[in-house]
T-cell receptor
Framework: QQQVKQSPQSLIVQKGGIPIINCAYENTAFDYFPWYQQFPGKGPALLIA?????SEKKEGRFTISFNKSAKQFSLHIMDSQPGDSATYFC??????????FGTGTSLTVIP | GAVVSQHPSRVICKSGTSVKIECRSL??????MFWYRQFPKKSLMLMATSNEGSKATYEQGVEKDKFLINHASLTLSTLTVTSAHPEDSSFYIC?????????????FGDGTRLSIL
């Protein structure tokens, strides 16, 4: 059973566009929600993370929106650049236990 | 900079060979490390949780005799793929957190591309 559902599977946007990647979860015990960026042949790198006590977190061009009641969270990339082309994974965890990853979104930013 | 170092980055070997992959936490102690397997264009599949000083906890369907995990120190965990076969070819990634008792992000190594001929 997929603990964290992620969509879309792939996304293509023009440079400057705002791609949005969505994730949903069921387990209300999750209390930590990170996003990871992965380039081909590399391990995932932490991009930004949020805890359920806030509804939004922004770091540079990356913003997480969190809707606790809907059990959903999303990643927005402002002013996207070709260098943002990568695979993005959302994840969820509780109290330092294992992380559950979404299925990933392949983002392509066209120059 | 990198906080988790994984070595080697790429291995190509013959069927039947055993392959050891190292995962090191740099400048911090990790009582828990995680080993993942990732197929092309797929998500990370947790294989096992490596606990320093005790036996690893394997996920359902992962053969513990096939994938030997040793976490002998607070900065090093190893994954040994024993008698590897072509179906074991994959991208193996380890991760570690600064602390296991609170929500700290997992930091990933750069992965090991294993190709069995």
């Amino acid at each position: 059973q997929q603990q964290v559902k992620q969509s879309p599977q792939s996304l293509i946007v023009q440079k400057g566009g705002i791609p949005i990647i969505n994730c949903a979860y069921e387990n209300t015990a999750f209390d930590y929600f990170p996003w990871y960026q992965q380039f081909p042949g590399k391990g995932p790198a932490l991009l930004i993370a949020i805890r359920p006590d806030v509804s939004e977190k922004k770091e540079g061009r990356f913003t997480i929106s969190f809707n606790k009641s809907a059990k959903q969270f999303s990643l927005h990339i402002m002013d996207s650049q070709p260098g943002d082309s990568a695979t993005y994974f959302c994840a969820a965890s509780m109290a330092g236990n294992q992380f559950y990853f979404g299925t990933g979104t392949s983002l392509t930013v066209i120059p | 900079g990198a906080v988790v170092s994984q070595h080697p980055s790429r291995v190509i070997c013959k069927s039947g060979t055993s392959v050891k992959i190292e995962c090191r936490s740099l400048d911090f102690q990790a009582t828990t490390m995680f080993w993942y397997r990732q197929f092309p264009k797929k998500s990370l599949m947790l294989m096992a949780t490596s606990n320093e000083g005790s036996k690893a906890t394997y996920e359902q369907g992962v053969e513990k005799d096939k994938f030997l995990i040793n976490h002998a120190s607070l900065t090093l965990s190893t994954l040994t793929v024993t008698s590897a076969h072509p179906e074991d070819s994959s991208f193996y990634i380890c991760s570690a957190s600064f602390e296991s008792s609170s929500n700290q992000p997992q930091h990933f190594g750069d992965g090991t591309r294993l190709s069995i001929l």
